[in-house]
């Protein structure tokens, strides 16, 4: 790490210590994160691509997670879910994870006994943080015990691996059993949620333990001797030794035996047919027994707590074998999701060419089964980099948008992927500008929400990203719309290049293919059945010939009249169709597109001064938009 890096994670720590010293003992290293190591997903893209919940109702069913999630740990769950999060950007580090992935492939019987093994583990990441803060008690104890007995044979299925990150396991594999011992000797099977009553040591731990124990254990009996004894030698037949709270044990004595009380019986109380008598063999019996308890929780307690902090002292290496199980975990899941799916391992080169054969979306083959229908992708930095995606409604364009983004985050997570082919040059970002809606916390309309996240997509993507842009412009009116569209796509292929999916129904952009470098039609198909739509779900070169908006229209039941009436004013509106005069349009790229970036963000900066209203904004709006101002200044 650089000196700042370390003045930074020192201070961090310092802060640790003062506020959480408890839960300091539990960080072992650090380790630095490079953004330039792993893809770069924002929140809109997350949330559009359905990486973890899904959009419908928020939760991870229908998400790209619930179908790759086949692990049997919470250890292993949670890492699954960071490597959803955070695709890698190494091509190394991206190859060796699919190699692994494709030897637990390779291995169906030993990766459904790992399955077995990794059953009967617990969440050992959450039992190193109770240990840490000392909230451990014993039956968290025997949870680690349990899983540290799984080891050895989580072991011997690693004997015969080859991929580097499955013989790095193996390599350095520990199976604690030094740890697995100690809890063994120590403490029982079921031991109480308490540390502090007693009940959780095993016998021969601690001879002190044991005689307190036996002393507890056998106080009847040691009582009923003492009082058989007494009888014996004063010769009152009905002599007893009992026990009250108020005055603990005593020797009873009636009235009419009190001639035959020793000298050694000292007078402890006086009631109306008896007296109370203690001996200092009571008296010595008594404080054995009433200290006994807490004795044995105090000793107890310290045995345990022995053995709790020297495990902390091990706390690295149960951090390192749980990050190893995790591993496996994540692994042989994404394995048994490409078995059990018929997925194939990718190939990731560095070059700008994502190329998939039968291309399909995991979460919606999950959903219909085998009826999916795969389309192809072929996009470099050359040809065909922006497809224009024409179709009908329903026909399929978002979904084969997001596929062919999921097939290449799915490759850079390391899984295989839905397809009978695939060669995926890596991304370092993925952009989706895909459905919207108001944002009433805000203020922002639904085309505001629009023309904000396409303003983070043009200002942030570059030409290794991938861009999904769905329906640019369909928030305001129609010229309005297509203006804005049509100048977004020549900016995407002229100004940045990225590989981008334009999905549209203003037809009149079709009529760029062949003007502008990169830009190419692809349309769904779809076929009339008299009044009704077939939609064939296939992707083709080409433009479509129309959108079929009524025909949607009405599968969805809108009246009779409504769709005859929308039918004959279609066939007006289409005589003056914009297409026709498009070679009479001044160009983008003629203008904006040669504008020099530092000229480009200083317009930005006097359109955005020009714009505030200062009188109106809370101090809130007023920070943010003074840091817009800055990212302007930056570029200037």
């Known amino acids: 790490m650089d000196a700042p890096e370390v003045a930074t994670a020192g201070a961090l720590l310092s802060y640790l210590m003062d506020t959480q010293r408890k839960a300091i003992s539990q960080i072992t290293a650090l380790k630095k994160y490079s953004q330039t190591s792993h893809m770069v997903l924002d929140s809109a893209s997350r949330r559009n691509l359905e990486l973890t919940m899904s959009t419908r109702d928020r939760t991870k069913k229908g998400s790209l997670l619930w179908v790759l999630d086949r692990t049997k740990t919470a250890m292993g769950a949670r890492l699954l879910r960071e490597w959803v999060d955070c695709p890698l950007a190494s091509i190394d580090a991206i190859v060796k994870r699919l190699d692994a992935v494709a030897e637990w492939v390779q291995m169906p019987i030993e990766r459904e006994e790992l399955r077995e093994h990794l059953n009967a583990i617990h969440d050992l990441e959450r039992v190193i943080a109770r240990l840490t803060t000392r909230a451990a008690n014993a039956r968290d104890l025997v949870t680690l015990r349990s899983s540290l007995e799984t080891l050895p044979y989580v072991e011997t299925l690693l004997k015969n691996v080859e991929a580097p990150v499955n013989v790095d396991i193996r390599q350095t594999y520990d199976d604690l059993s030094d740890i697995h011992s100690a809890i063994s000797r120590a403490i029982v099977d079921t031991p109480p949620v308490s540390v502090k009553e007693g009940g959780m040591i095993k016998p021969g731990v601690s001879g002190e333990l044991d005689k307190l124990l036996h002393i507890k254990e056998n106080a009847q009996s040691v009582l009923a001797e003492l009082e058989a004894r007494e009888k014996q030698e004063t010769g009152i037949a009905n002599l007893k030794v009992r026990y009250n709270r108020v005055f603990g044990y005593y020797i009873e004595v009636t009235a009419s035996h009190l001639n035959k009380v020793p000298g050694r019986y000292i007078r402890k109380q006086t009631l109306a047919n008896c007296e109370r008598f203690f001996t200092e063999e009571l008296k010595t019996l008594e404080e054995t027994l009433l200290g006994a308890d807490e004795k044995i929780f105090a000793l107890e307690f310290e045995l345990f707590d022995t053995l709790r902090r020297s495990i902390v002292e091990q706390v690295a290496r149960i951090q390192f074998v749980a990050h190893a199980l995790s591993t496996l ?298 840091e817009k101002l800055k990212e302007f200044v930056s570029l200037v």
Request: hydrophobic residues 45%; proline residues 3%; glycine residues 8%.
């Open 329 to 626: 975990d994540a692994l042989q899941s994404l394995a048994d999701v490409a078995d059990r799916h018929h997925y194939i391992k990718p190939t990731v080169t560095e070059d700008s060419r994502i190329a998939i054969k039968d291309g399909r979306h995991p979460v919606v083959e999950s959903l219909v089964g085998h009826s999916f229908v795969p389309n192809d992708t072929d996009m470099d930095a050359q040809n065909g980099r922006l497809a224009v995606i024409t179709g009908p409604n329903m026909a399929g364009k978002s979904t084969y948008m997001r596929q062919v983004a999921l097939i290449v985050l799915m490759a850079q997570i390391g899984s295989f992927v839905p397809a009978s082919a695939a060669s995926i040059g890596i991304v370092d970002r993925i952009f989706t500008r895909v459905g919207a809606s108001d944002d009433l916390a805000t203020g922002q309309s639904t085309f505001m929400v629009e023309m904000t996240e396409v303003a983070n997509i043009l200002h942030n993507a570059t030409p290794n990203s991938l861009v999904l842009l769905d329906e640019i412009g369909r928030g305001t009116s129609t010229f309005d719309g297509l203006s804005i569209a049509w100048a977004v796509l020549e900016y995407m292929s002229t100004k940045i290049g990225a590989k981008t999916l334009f999905a549209t129904h203003y037809h009149e952009l079709t009529e760029l293919e062949g003007k502008i470098d990169g830009v190419a039609n692809y349309c769904f198909t779809a076929k009339e059945d008299g009044k009704n739509i077939v939609f064939l779900r296939k992707l083709i070169h080409g433009a479509a010939g129309q959108s079929y908006g009524v025909h949607v229209a009405r599968l969805a039941g809108l009246p009779s009249v409504v769709l005859k009436r929308a039918a004959t004013l279609l066939t007006a509106l289409n005589t003056a169709d914009i297409a026709k005069n498009v070679s009479d349009l001044p160009s983008i790229a003629e203008t904006v597109m040669t504008e020099s970036p530092e000229a480009e963000a200083g317009r930005h900066l006097m359109d955005a001064v020009a714009a505030m209203e200062i009188e109106k904004m809370t101090p809130i709006e007023a920070m943010l938009a003074l």
